[in-house]
């Protein structure tokens, strides 16, 4: 009976996590907030079947749809609503969602501050996105003082649910 049982390796591989800080003006509050929050899009490459123009970019899914036909509820082909300038429709050769990853990793926003902990290849992916908009990323003693108080805020809200609860 036990001859008949494998064992199975495993292995782990090791995530090493960072933790930055960044400072943010409030002049740049809304753009940094629109790439927080941004919704998932699109990189598409496209070209007209008529005049052979290109339509590249990053596009949120109801833009993408309006560029494609698709199906009615009763299952006809509806034309696209967005054509070409010469009339002709886009054919799409490439897209593939290029999804929000500061959403799905998740990011802490206290006032002005900003914490992110994610892997090394996150912040050298997504940082100059947040760079570019304004965000300062805060190193040394700063950057202890900014992480101490979102943690004790953080506790004294579990602290407060707690209390009530029970």
Request: glycine share 8%.
């Amino acid at each position: 009976m036990w001859n008949s049982i494998k064992f199975i390796k495993l292995q782990y591989q090791l995530i090493s996590m960072e933790t930055r800080i960044y400072k943010i003006e409030p002049a740049s509050m809304g753009k940094i907030k629109g790439i927080l929050e941004g919704e998932d899009r699109f990189d598409v490459s496209a070209i007209c079947s008529k005049c052979n123009k290109t339509l590249e970019g990053l596009f949120s899914v109801n833009e993408t749809s309006r560029y494609q036909s698709n199906e009615d509820s009763r299952g006809k082909i509806k034309p696209p609503e967005k054509k070409c300038e010469c009339g002709g429709e886009y054919v799409f050769e490439k897209k593939v969602l290029a999804p929000n990853e500061f959403a799905r990793n998740g990011y802490t926003l206290r006032g002005n501050d900003l914490l992110i902990i994610a892997e090394k290849e996150f912040f050298d992916k997504n940082e100059p996105l947040l760079t570019k908009e304004g965000a300062v990323q805060v190193k040394g003693v700063e950057a202890e003082e900014v992480q101490k108080k979102i943690k004790d805020e953080e506790d004294s809200a579990a602290c407060g649910v707690g209390l009530i609860f029970g």
